[in-house]
């Protein structure tokens, strides 16, 4: 581990020791060679340690990864198959196809309508696609399509933004699908990946030809390079302290930096597990898993079950217990000491989540749906 700051250090282990006893795995699609039929899904714990190939059956080219924690099932999506994969989420077998993707699927994210959304990576078939989580079509989003289409996300208006790799651009669409043009040009940036956008829409930008994260406010002026001296970036996910793990390509690692953008170390070490082309990076926590259990649970953590602001109920906690929040894909999304009485979730979008209590090792999860 490269040090940098003590205090940067003792945040980063703290919050690495929880998390680790909560089971967070750290997933990476490996894209390999680029060939059909290759690839893997690889898994590591939270320090980069411990390396397995979660799934290696009915891959080829796989670009992003999914958990869909109430089902235990992940999606895996693969450009060279046209196909969208579904696994079990604890053993990594092969269960069936979720979906055919025409344009060769890249990038998939859950919308706060509780949607799958898919971008394409044809030159012909590219506008986003929608499915409902069951696999269920709900055919196309966009009224214009994007060509190599691989980077998307959406801001605090509900636009959404996909990025071009061809073109060296990024795209906006108002919440009606419209779109609203050129956002950000080929200026900057040679081959745009992943793109993310921070609390005040800011817009950040991957570019896997150029090496470097480049950053733009929310008008798309750009206003500076975050992270430089990379290589075939691509792939990002964020701790909870705000510590940011990206995917680099040309060293096979996964880097981590502070909230900066400056660099902290290599999380994953250089071909760790057989890594060789990340291009997704994806943290889970597996203790969301198993909705036969969440099913049967009996003890009430939070009231009401559905709403926008959730009572805890105290009288089911002896001690000084922490209450964690996940969202439907198993990411951490609030962390509640039982001395609070209330967690707000008006800044969450609607949907399921899990609040978990752990008592020792012993876990009971109840779930929640947030609603406006």
Not at 333 to 346: F, K, N, P, R, S
Request: proline fraction near 3%.
């Amino acid at each position: 581990m490269k040090q940098l700051h003590a205090l940067a250090i003792v945040m980063a282990l703290s919050i690495s020791t929880s998390l680790l006893a909560q089971d967070v795995k750290i997933y990476v699609s490996d894209a390999e060679n680029f060939a059909p039929n290759t690839g893997k899904i690889l898994q590591y714990d939270l320090d980069g340690s411990n390396a397995i190939t979660f799934i290696d059956e009915e891959i080829s080219w796989p670009q992003d990864i999914v958990f869909l924690a109430d089902q235990n099932v992940v999606l895996i999506s693969n450009l060279n198959s046209n196909r969208i994969t579904k696994y079990n989420a604890t053993t990594g077998s092969f269960i069936e196809d979720f979906a055919t993707v025409a344009g060769g699927p890249t990038r998939m994210k859950i919308g706060s309508d509780n949607l799958l959304y898919v971008l394409q990576w044809s030159a012909t078939d590219n506008k986003v696609l929608r499915f409902q989580l069951d696999g269920t079509p709900l055919g196309e989003y966009t009224d214009t399509g994007v060509p190599r289409s691989i980077g998307m996300d959406w801001d605090s208006d509900g636009n959404l933004y996909v990025s071009s790799f061809s073109q060296g651009n990024v795209t906006r669409f108002d919440p009606s699908c419209d779109s609203m043009g050129e956002f950000v040009d080929n200026t900057e940036l040679s081959g745009p990946t992943n793109i993310y956008l921070d609390a005040s829409d800011n817009l950040f930008v991957f570019d896997w030809n150029d090496g470097d994260i480049e950053q733009y406010n929310a008008t798309g002026m750009h206003t500076g390079t975050f992270i430089d001296g990379l290589g075939q970036v691509e792939g990002v996910d964020f701790l909870p302290n705000g510590n940011i793990l990206l995917g680099n390509g040309s060293t096979a690692e996964i880097k981590q930096y502070l909230p900066n953008g400056t660099f902290f170390e290599n999380t994953v070490e250089s071909g760790a597990g057989g890594l060789q082309q990340p291009n997704a990076v994806i943290l889970f926590d597996r203790t969301t898993l198993g909705n036969d259990e969440l099913e049967a649970a009996s003890t009430i953590l939070v009231t009401p079950s559905i709403g926008s602001r959730f009572a805890i109920n105290r009288s089911n906690f002896t001690g000084s217990e922490l209450l964690s929040v996940y969202d439907i894909s198993g990411r951490l999304v609030g962390t509640l000491d039982t001395e609070e009485t209330i967690w707000d979730a008006g800044n969450h979008s609607e949907g399921l989540y899990f609040v978990v209590q752990w008592n020792g090792t012993t876990k009971t999860t109840q779930k929640i749906i947030v609603k406006k």
